[in-house]
C-alpha cells in the first residue's frame, strides 16, 4: 500500500513539476487570427538578447499577433536546431533568428521554409539559403571601419591591438572584422599591428580569461576592439582591476548600460551600438510583411516598419538585407541618459 | 535493487516485476506524453512526435556504451571531445579531397582509437581513476581538434550525407532505426552474452572475477574502445545534422549521456543496471525537453526541470528502501 501511495507521491510530484512550468506560458491558445510569430536568439541571459526579444515583442504586438520567444541555455547551433524542430511543429507562420552559425542552421531552416514558414535571420545571418532576408543592424563596413577610426585616436596612431570577439562562426563579427582589417591596410594606419583576434564565445568567464590570455601574450598591447557586449564588459572588467586604464585603450560594441561604469571612468572612452530594440523592432516588422505577403525577400521591395518608417530591401553579397542604420556612439557626455534606456 | 540483477529467480514472482524501476520510468514516460499533449495542441502527431526523436538520438549512441562503462563502475566524461575530434578530422579530410564514404571510415577509426587510448592507459595506471584519465584526455582530444581547425567551421559535406541526420525511411527517421539496431545488439550484449555476465561480474567484484579468469584488462580496453567508436557514430549523425562541424561541438555531451544511463537505473557504483532503462530514459528526457520546447519554456527552467527529475530518479531506490523497511516493521508489530 506504502509502496502505492509512493508511487503516487512521484507522479504528482513531477505533474506538479512539468505543471507549473506550463502556467507562465502565454502565448498559447490564444490564436486571433493574425498569426504566431516566433525569434531565436544566441543565448539566455544575454542582455543584448534580450532587448532585441523585447523590441521583437513590441513590433508584433503592434501588429496584433503572438510573439514566441526562444533563448536556448547555450549559444550552440545544436540548440537553435532543436528550437527550430520546435516552432515547425508549432506552426508558426515566421523564423526570426540570430544565427549561432551561418550554415549549420541550413537544413533545420530550409525544413521550416518547407513547412511554408518565412524565415529571417537578424543581427547574425545565417547563410542566404537559409532565409529569406536578413535584418542588419547597420552597414557592417562602418561598423568595421569606424572602431579602426576609434582605436587609432585613442592610442595616438601606433602600437599594437588586438580584437575580443563573440564565437568564431558569428558572421556579424566576422563581417566587421574583415573590415576592420581591410581599413588597417590604410597608409595612415601603418604603425599600428593587429596582433590577434580572440574569441570569448559571448560567454562571461571566457572573454574574461581570453582577455587575460591577451595581456599576457602581448605586455605590449595598446588597444583592444571588442565588437560584442559580452566581450567589451569583459574587457572593461579585466582593465579596471588590472590597473591599466589608460595603458590600453578600449572601444568596441556595447550596451550603454553595462557599459557606462567603464565609460564614467574613462576605461573605455567611447564606444558604438545601434538600438537592439530597435533590431529586434524591425525583425518584427519584417516578419509582418513576409507574412502578409507586402515583401518576398527579393531586392527593390519596401514596407512599412511601424515608427521606424519606410525600409526597403537591397542585395548584400548572396543574399538580401534590409537595414537599420549608421552605429551610434556612446560616450561620456551621452551615456547617462542611455544607460537608462538599454 | 540489487536482487533483481545479481539473482533472477527472486525476481519471478509478480509484485517485484512490477515495482522494477524500469517499469516506474515506463509510467513517467507515459506521465510525460500525457502532460506534454495536455500542454500542447501540436505534441500529439504522429509526424511531429517521430520527427523530436531525430533532435536527441544523436547523442543516444554514446549511452548504449556508457551503460557498460557505468556496470563496470567507471566513467567516461572524454566522449563529448570524441565527438568533436573524430567529427573534425573527418571534415578536414573530407575537404581535402577523400571520398565522404572513406572519411567516414577514419572517424569511427579515429573514434575508437580514442577510447582504447582511454582503456589503455586506465590498465596501465589502475592506480590512475577513469575520471581523471578521461577528465585529461576530453581536454587533449579537444585541444587536437582546435589545432587542426582553429575555431573554424568545417562542411560542405556531399548531399547524400544530409540523409544521415535528416532522412527517412517511409516516415521513420533514419536515425531512429540505426538507434534501434544498435540498442538491440547493446541489449542483447549486455544482458544475453558472456561477455555481458563478465561486465557484471567485473562491476560488482573486480577481484573476485580476475580470480575466476575474467580478463579483466581485456574487457575494458574493448568497452572503452566501444565507447570512442560510438562517439564517432554520433560525430557522424552530428556533422549530417548540422551540415559542418567545429571542434566545440557536442559541449557537454558527456553530462546529457551520463543523466540519461543514470536516470535508466544504471547505477555509477557498478554492477546494476539494465539495457532497456536507459533506453526507456533517453526518449524520456528528450520527450520531456521536447515536449516543454513546445510551449516555450525559457531554457534555464528546463535545465531545472530536467535536473530536478535527476536528482528524483537517483533518489527514489533510497526512498524504496526506507519505506520498504517501514513498511516490514509495520508488519512484525
Not at chain 1, 182 to 202: N, P, Q
Not at chain 1, 327 to 342: T, V
Request: with cysteine; net charge neutral; aromatic share 8%.
Amino acid at each position: 500500500m506504502k509502496r502505492i501511495l509512493n508511487l503516487f507521491l512521484v507522479l504528482t510530484l513531477i505533474f506538479a513539476l512539468t505543471g507549473c512550468g506550463g502556467k507562465d506560458n502565454s502565448s498559447e491558445g490564444n490564436k486571433d487570427g493574425k498569426g504566431k510569430y516566433a525569434i531565436i536568439v544566441k543565448n539566455a541571459g544575454n542582455p543584448y538578447n534580450e532587448k532585441e526579444m523585447e523590441g521583437f515583442e513590441k513590433a508584433i504586438k503592434e501588429i496584433g499577433g503572438d510573439a514566441i520567444l526562444k533563448a536556448p541555455d547555450q549559444p550552440t547551433a545544436e540548440a537553435q536546431i532543436q528550437m527550430i524542430e520546435e516552432l515547425i511543429a508549432q506552426k508558426v507562420d515566421c523564423i526570426a533568428i540570430a544565427g549561432n552559425d551561418p550554415d549549420a542552421l541550413q537544413p533545420a531552416l530550409q525544413k521550416a521554409m518547407n513547412a511554408g514558414i518565412k524565415v529571417l535571420s537578424l543581427d547574425s545571418a545565417v547563410n542566404s539559403d537559409s532565409r529569406m532576408i536578413h535584418v542588419n543592424q547597420a552597414d557592417p563596413e562602418r561598423i568595421g571601419r569606424v572602431q579602426i577610426e576609434a582605436i587609432s585616436e585613442m592610442t595616438g596612431g601606433k602600437g599594437q591591438i588586438a580584437v575580443l570577439s563573440a564565437t568564431s562562426q558569428a558572421t556579424n563579427q566576422n563581417t566587421w572584422i574583415e573590415w576592420m582589417k581591410k581599413e588597417l591596410e590604410k597608409s595612415e594606419y601603418k604603425d599600428i599591428e593587429l596582433v590577434k583576434v580572440a574569441y570569448g564565445d559571448d560567454l562571461r568567464d571566457k572573454s574574461v580569461s581570453e582577455m587575460e590570455a591577451l595581456l599576457k601574450s602581448y605586455p605590449q598591447l595598446n588597444g583592444i576592439i571588442s565588437p560584442t557586449t559580452v566581450g567589451i564588459a569583459a574587457a572593461g572588467k579585466v582593465i579596471t582591476d588590472k590597473g591599466l586604464t589608460d595603458r590600453i585603450q578600449l572601444t568596441g560594441l556595447g550596451l550603454p548600460s553595462e557599459m557606462a561604469e567603464y565609460i564614467e571612468s574613462g576605461v573605455c572612452k567611447w564606444m558604438y551600438l545601434w538600438n537592439p530594440i530597435d533590431v529586434g523592432y524591425l525583425a518584427g516588422y519584417t516578419a509582418e510583411a513576409l507574412v502578409t505577403g507586402k515583401i518576398t525577400g527579393a531586392e527593390g521591395d519596401s514596407f512599412e516598419a511601424g515608427t521606424l518608417g519606410d525600409k526597403s530591401v537591397i542585395t548584400v553579397g548572396e543574399g538580401t538585407e534590409v537595414m537599420l542604420g549608421d552605429p551610434y556612439k556612446f560616450d561620456a557626455d551621452n551615456i547617462a541618459e542611455w544607460k537608462e534606456i538599454y | 535493487m540489487n536482487k533483481r540483477i545479481i539473482d533472477n529467480k527472486k525476481d519471478t514472482n509478480l509484485k517485484s516485476f512490477f515495482f522494477q524501476w524500469e517499469w516506474l520510468l515506463v509510467l513517467i514516460f507515459i506521465v510525460i506524453n500525457i502532460i506534454n499533449a495536455n500542454l500542447s495542441p501540436y505534441y500529439l502527431n504522429f509526424n511531429t512526435i517521430i520527427d523530436a526523436t531525430m533532435t536527441f538520438l544523436d547523442k543516444a549512441f554514446i549511452v548504449l556504451p556508457m551503460a557498460f562503462i557505468l556496470v563496470l563502475g567507471d566513467i567516461d566524461i572524454s566522449v563529448g571531445s570524441t565527438v568533436a575530434l573524430s567529427s573534425v578530422i573527418m571534415a578536414v579530410l573530407y575537404n581535402m579531397g577523400l571520398p565522404m564514404p572513406i572519411a567516414m571510415l577514419v572517424c569511427l577509426a579515429v573514434g575508437a582509437l580514442c577510447g582504447f587510448l582511454n582503456g589503455f592507459i586506465l590498465v596501465k595506471f589502475k592506480e590512475l581513476s577513469a575520471v581523471i584519465v578521461t577528465l585529461s584526455t576530453m581536454i587533449i582530444y579537444r585541444g587536437i581538434a582546435y589545432i587542426i581547425l582553429e575555431n573554424q567551421a568545417s562542411g560542405n559535406f556531399p548531399k547524400w550525407y544530409t540523409y544521415l541526420g535528416w532522412g527517412y525511411v517511409g516516415k521513420i527517421p533514419f536515425i531512429l532505426i540505426v538507434f534501434i539496431i544498435f540498442a538491440i545488439i547493446f541489449g542483447l550484449l549486455l544482458h544475453k552474452t558472456t561477455f555481458g555476465r563478465k561486465v557484471f561480474a567485473m562491476g560488482n567484484n573486480i577481484t573476485a572475477s580476475k580470480f575466476s579468469g575474467v580478463k579483466i584488462d581485456k574487457m575494458k580496453i574493448i568497452i572503452f574502445t566501444l565507447t570512442g567508436l560510438m562517439s564517432a557514430v554520433t560525430a557522424i549523425f552530428l556533422a549530417s545534422r548540422m551540415g559542418s562541424t567545429r571542434p566545440n561541438v557536442a559541449t557537454g555531451y558527456e553530462l546529457d549521456v551520463i543523466a540519461m544511463a543514470v536516470l535508466g537505473g544504471i547505477s555509477s557504483a557498478g554492477g546494476k543496471g539494465r539495457m532497456i532503462g536507459a533506453v526507456i530514459s533517453i526518449f524520456l528526457i528528450g520527450f520531456l525537453r521536447y515536449g516543454l520546447g513546445l510551449i516555450n519554456i525559457p531554457a534555464q527552467i528546463l535545465l531545472i526541470i530536467i535536473g530536478l527529475l535527476l536528482i528524483f530518479a537517483v533518489m527514489i531506490p533510497n526512498l524504496k528502501k526506507t519505506f520498504g523497511r517501514g513498511l516490514r516493521t509495520n508488519v512484525s508489530k
